[in-house]
């Protein structure tokens, strides 16, 4: 009953946070035969059509998923624009447990919500979601990437998204210690997934001393075996450990005012989405502690670069190739912050509304 009535409130207000955020449309999708319910944000599609993956979790109520989707559809606007890239921001989000929910027919109902877009919203893999489900949503829509090989797509995005994460780590060691060599720095990365195990992966081959932590213990024990990593189970001492670099390549908001207390790191640079649980707020603090700090969305795009190469016809060299760019990316953002006493953050997002006012400009004349 009360999770009734606080929906009903977030329902009522959802064009004044919308329009807070700048939002242009959101769709909610319901199927009773497959169980699907979901929620596609469209942001913004100033510079081409809302890209952005698909989230299957299992979220404690409606609004944890709206505020998620809400907030990761921004954030790809931010992402593609800052990348250079012709394309908006747009996510989706599927409620449940993907273990329990997740087959075929729901997975190609969902793409048929997507087609009723028209295109104005393209999908791809996100946490929970993989290329075969992308191969499910390409039945009902063409208006899906990162789809296999096999059928002309680039598979999953996660080896370039770790490749720019790579970059990005190489390029923030380079301001903070005056060299992009990792050989010998202590890192610790957050989340032994899809991405985390190919980051740790690369830091491991160049040297560097890497602890990890995961929720799913199987995984991180067969990760830190395979890349001869250490293993540091709870949390909070994950978080206490004095650490060159902190990678947090699991889910968002890990940098609030409780981990900042324990963090005791020179950098934090890694794939997690939406990092800062409030952007100006932990922006300020980082400063404030001297840490520098690497914005997520433009050094996780290496997932987005993929994807949007396989709308101009799939190349994975070109893929890493552009990645690669990340890391002058994020030097030339962070130098210009420190320069400016700004938060990275604000100041990519800053650059990233830039692009899309004067592209908005442009495309008011014939
Ligand atoms: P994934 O689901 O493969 O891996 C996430 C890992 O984090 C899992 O192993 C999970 O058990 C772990 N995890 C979850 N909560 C945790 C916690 N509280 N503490 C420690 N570990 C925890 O996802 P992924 O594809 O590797 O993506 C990782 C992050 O990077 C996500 O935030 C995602 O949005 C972001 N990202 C991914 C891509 C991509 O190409 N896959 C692109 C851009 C951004």
């Known amino acids: 009953m009360e999770l009734a009535v606080e929906n009903k409130l977030v329902a009522k207000n959802i064009l004044g946070t919308m329009a807070d955020a700048g939002h242009e449309q959101v769709m909610y999708c319901q199927d009773k035969a497959t169980g ?11 510079l081409g059509p809302a890209l952005g993956g698909t989230r299957f979790w299992n979220y404690t109520n409606e609004d944890e998923a709206l505020r998620d989707v809400l907030r990761l559809s921004r954030g790809m606007t931010y992402k593609s624009a800052i990348s250079g890239l012709n394309l908006g921001g747009g996510k989706a989000v599927i409620i449940g447990d993907p273990a329990k929910l997740k087959n075929e027919a729901l997975m190609r109902r969902f793409g048929k919500f997507v087609d009723n877009l028209g295109g104005k919203y393209i999908t791809a893999e996100d946490v929970g979601v993989d290329t075969r489900d992308m191969e499910f949503i390409r039945m009902e829509t063409k208006h899906v990437t990162g789809l296999p090989e096999w059928m002309g797509g680039g598979g999953n995005p996660s080896p370039v998204t770790a490749y720019g994460v790579y970059m990005g780590i190489k390029a923030i060691s380079n301001i903070a210690f005056g060299s992009d ?3 010998g720095k202590t890192i610790g990365v957050q989340g032994t997934g899809h991405v985390g195990e190919t980051v ?57 005012t409780k981990n900042l207390a324990l963090l005791k790191c020179a950098a934090i640079a890694g794939a997690a989405n939406n990092q800062l649980e409030d952007e100006n707020l932990h922006g300020q603090m980082l400063i404030d502690r001297g840490i520098f700090y690497a914005p997520d969305f433009v050094i996780n795009a290496g997932g987005i670069i993929n994807v949007y190469s396989e709308l101009l016809g799939y190349n994975r060299e070109m893929a890493l190739s552009s990645a ?15 320069n400016q006493n700004l938060a990275p953050q604000l100041v990519a997002m800053h650059l990233a509304q830039e692009r899309i006012n004067q592209v908005a400009t442009i495309r008011q004349t014939r």
Not at 36 to 46: Q, Y
Not at 212 to 222: F, G, L, P, Q, S
């Open 324 to 338: 690669e760019k990340i890391y002058d990316t994020i030097t030339q953002i962070v130098k210009s912050a420190r």
């Open 36 to 46: 699907l319910k979901a929620i596609i944000a469209v942001h913004n599609t100033v």
């Open 200 to 256: 740790v992966k690369y830091l491991t081959k160049e040297g560097a001393k890497v602890f990890v932590t995961d929720i799913n213990k199987e995984r991180m024990a067969n990760v830190a075996k395979e890349y001869g990593a250490e293993v540091v189970s709870d949390a909070t001492e994950f978080l206490s450990r004095p650490m060159d670099i902190y990678s947090p390549c699991a889910l968002g908001a890990t940098i609030n």
């Open 181 to 183: 060599s990792l050989s």
